[in-house]
Structures are given as C-alpha cells and as structure tokens.
C-alpha cells in the first residue's frame, strides 16, 4: 500500500506489537489479495464480472460483463443510458419499491475466489462525476445483514459514507441475522476534495473489536464495537457502479456521455502471526510492576520477582493476551464497572481478558495505556501503589501510564542511597522513585525547607501547570510555571504528594514526600 503505515509495536520491545494506525511499509503484514488491472480483462480466478446473486440489485442498471472494462492500468465500469437485452421488463426494488431497470453498468466481486476476516482491505478509486451515479466499494458475507461499505458516494463527491450494517444484537442473540432488524453505524466524510478528479484511497482496517476507515491512508473514524463486530465472518470484496436507487432519479449520464467508475487497484493486507514477548509492566508513577499474588489478583510489586514476569501475545493488531504464568490478566464475573481490582484467570479467549494497547505520545519509549476489550475501562494502579483496578479513561488518568520493559531493559530504580531526609550539594532534597525518570523525561522536582521547587521539562513549550494532589486525588495546590516554579507548601500536612505537570501536549507526574 502507498504510504500506510504500520506502527511499530512497541518500540523498545519487538516488531510484533502494531498499535492502530497502520506504517509506510507493511513491515509486520503479509500481502493476502492484489490486483493492478494491468491486462486487458478482468482476472477472473480473482473476480466474479457482476453480482455472483445475478446482474440486478438495488439500482436501475443491469450489470453486465461487457461494461466491465480492463485497459491502460485501471478497472472501468461503464455506466450508460441503455436497457441491456437481457434486462427489458425487469424490476429492481430500493426502498422496497419497484424501480425500472434501464441502464446498464458492471460490477465485480471476488464470491467463491478470496474471503478474508480480519485485515486491511484497501482500493484506489476515481469516481464518475454525473449526478445519479453511486459508485462503491464493500464486502458481504452469505446472509444480509453485515456489510462493511468503504466507500459509497451517492451524492456529492466531495463527501463518502462508510457504515458497518448489523443485525441489533438483542434480535440477533436469540435468532440470528435479520434484514428487517438491521441498524447500522459509520457516517460520511466531507471535505474540500473532489473525488471525481482524481484516484484516491480507500480502506478499512478490520479486527475483533474495532473497524477503523481511512481516507488516502489517513484514518478519520475508528469504533470499538466487538459486539456488532463478532456477526461478521469472512468476507468477500464487492465494486460496482450503481445508477439511482440512493443516487437518485436526476441521472445526468447520457447515450453521449457515459460514466465511469475507475479502479488503480485493490490490496489485502492480514497482520502477521507474532511470538509473544516477555515483558515486564512498568508503573509510572510508582516505580514498581504488575505482578501476580497468591491469591491469582492482580497487584504492584517488585519488578525483578518471577511474579512480574508477562508473556504478551498479539491476538490482532490491537488486542492481545497478558500472560503472567498459565494464568491471563481476567476482569472478574466479566464486570464492566470502574473500581473492579483485576484478577488472573485461566484463557478463554472472551472479551473480558483481551487487552488494547495505546502508545501515548509525548512519551519516550514503549510507554502505553491499557484497556480492556469488553468494558473500554482502562487499567490503573490505585492510589495506595498497592493494586490494579479498571477505570474510567479520565479517572486518575496518571496512574493509567504503564512502560513496558524488554528482557534486555533495567528497571528505572528508586534512589537508595539519597533518602528524603538526606541533602545534596545544592541543599535540596533528592526524590524517590525519579530513578532515571529525570535524565529520560526531564521534569524535575526537590523539596526541601517547606518548598517546592519544580523544573518542567523542556518539552512543556509555553509553560506548564503544576498541581499537586493529595494521595486521595484531591487538588492542593496549583501554580503555572512557565521554565520552573517554587511551591510554598509548608501548610500541607505530612505525607506523600503526586506532582502532576501537564498542558493540552503532555502531562508528566512526580511524587514527593513532605
């Protein structure tokens, strides 16, 4: 594909991690379906030359083989102003009406050729620029509903609809797929781009859980719908060119001045089976790691303990399975509520034990948040440093950063040898947990003398805000700093503080013990 790309799992870690937005090259992704149209007619152990249910569907034109044209690099299909012999008296039905059939056009699919699940489908397109043409790009499966449509412009052609069309699941768990209990989500694109000008492309990146569309290789719309998104099985590629129908009854193609529906090309892309990685997961805010207690919960301890070794497997290109021993990170009774202490349990593969990773910029590293599939809640380490919860994505959101370290990476350790009480050549007190975090994300903070004396990192352009929470979440103290800040905190009670530095960029967090 030109100019998708994979992003790179996680970086210090290995190439088997693909974070959601697909990278330049397709490193990680294996080629499964491609067609160049570079000869003079249609492939046909790849495409079916129309509907493979018939010529007719929900549009005035008969699609018939002779308008589906191979020449100069590109797929064509003709639309034109004619009854095809085969199509007089025939009816189509749009909106459970009967409409004529009184044009002719083409349309191709691959239907007993190549179905895939899951993976990027893609295609590079021109759209026709009369009125009354439909032009689309979607993929079927036997049954109706789903459909995924990729590309569908009935109107404007500086807009196209995408949607992902389902059966409701309450209709669905106990009876099945149905046409008339079908619903849908997507939308439509709109910009300044006219889509009949010139080629540009389009695609759907496809897994368990989520459907995410892009628009000359950027993405515009991702959901997260595993539920919806589990009626679909493999699926087969469908282009056609319609003629009204949603396009409409002012059709502006004439005997004189076809339409036509181009093609450059159409690729499938499938993530590439991946070994797990054996990691351990990072708190950035307390210094220590997840690990595995006796009693098979989810907790923080110390990170060079066997119980915090992880074993990661990609299960898609955003989801995948923590291992720690035979056991998998497990949200208990499959719960969807925040607060929820994590669990370990045995894999079976539910929603309940996937996890998301998102890399977070601003960050250094293979620093990540992590959420599970089934609830959308993100993991968090509770404010005592003791346990790991699910939570909302807002809700101490500092303690939902998670760095994940490699076999061959060393734990950001706490200073030993500097206690809270000790002082440095500057006479200021030396910080537990920074560890390397000074040298490595910058931000720097001393306490000495009943102040606090804050540095922001370099990377805060135009200042930061510094607010200093209690161990309960609440806000003490708030003070901008625009290349550092000194707190008068002599008022606060004894204890342990979050620092919390942060504009709309980055946020970065620190402790400090008073």
């Not at 539920?227 to 129908?245: C, D, M, P």
Request: hydrophobic share 35%; glycine share 8%.
């Amino acid at each position: 594909m030109k100019n998708l790309f994979v992003i790179s799992s996680i970086v210090a870690l290995s190439a088997s991690f693909v974070f959601a937005d697909p990278p330049a090259n397709f490193s990680g992704w294996e080629k499964v379906f491609e067609d160049n149209f570079d000869g003079t007619s249609l492939d046909k152990k790849k495409w079916n030359p129309t509907y493979n249910w018939g010529p007719t569907h929900n549009h005035r034109a008969y699609c018939a083989e002779e308008n589906v044209i191979v020449s100069d690099g590109t797929l064509k299909l003709k639309g034109e102003k004619k009854v095809h012999p085969n199509a007089n008296g025939k009816k189509a039905k749009f909106n459970n009406k009967e409409i004529p059939v009184d044009y002719t056009s083409g349309a191709i699919d691959t239907k007993g050729h190549f179905e895939v699940k899951y993976g990027y489908i893609e295609g590079r397109f021109k759209a026709p620029s009369q009125k009354g043409t439909w032009p689309a790009f979607w993929t079927l499966q036997d049954g109706w509903p789903p459909e995924i449509d990729i590309l569908e412009i009935p109107a404007s052609r500086k807009q196209h609809h995408y949607y992902l069309h389902y059966t409701d699941p309450s209709w669905y768990n106990s009876h099945g797929s149905a046409w008339d209990h079908e619903a849908s989500f997507g939308g439509h694109k709109d910009d300044d781009v006219d889509r009949s000008a010139g080629f540009h492309n389009y695609a759907v990146e496809w897994d368990e859980s989520t459907l995410s569309f892009y628009f000359d290789d950027k993405k515009f719309a991702s959901y997260n719908r595993p539920i919806e998104i589990k009626q679909l099985s493999a699926q087969y590629i469908i282009v056609n060119l319609a003629i009204g129908g949603w396009a409409g009854d002012d059709i502006a193609i004439t005997a004189d001045k076809p339409a036509y529906f181009e093609a450059d090309w159409v690729r499938v892309w499938q993530a590439k089976p991946a070994k797990p990685d054996t990691v351990r997961i990072f708190s950035m805010n307390f210094g220590t790691c997840m690990v595995r207690t006796a009693e098979d919960k989810l907790a923080l301890g110390d990170c060079n303990s066997d119980a915090a070794v992880v074993t990661i497997t990609p299960l898609s290109s955003t989801t995948y399975r923590f291992g720690f021993g035979d056991l998998s990170i497990d949200t208990p009774n499959e719960s969807t509520e925040a607060g929820i202490t994590m669990g370990l349990y045995k894999w079976n593969g539910g929603g309940h034990q996937k996890v998301v990773m998102e890399k977070q910029s601003g960050y250094e590293g293979s620093v990540v948040r992590m959420k599970m599939q089934h609830s959308g809640l993100y993991l968090r380490a509770t404010t005592d440093g003791e346990r790991v919860v699910q939570s909302w994505a807002d809700d101490w959101e500092w303690n939902q950063m998670w760095r994940l370290l490699g076999k061959g990476d060393v734990v950001p350790s706490k200073d030993t040898t500097k206690k809270d009480t000790s002082v440095t050549d500057t006479g200021k007190t030396a910080i537990p947990y920074l560890g390397n975090y000074a040298s490595v994300y910058g931000t720097s903070v001393h306490y000495a003398d009943g102040q606090l004396f804050v540095e922001p990192a370099s990377a805060f352009k135009n200042g930061a805000t510094v607010r200093i929470l209690d161990l309960q979440g609440r806000e003490v103290m708030r003070k901008h700093a625009e290349h550092s800040a000194v707190l008068n905190v002599e008022s606060l009670a004894p204890g342990m503080y979050h620092v919390v530095v942060q504009n709309k960029n980055r946020t970065e967090i620190r402790r400090f013990k008073k």
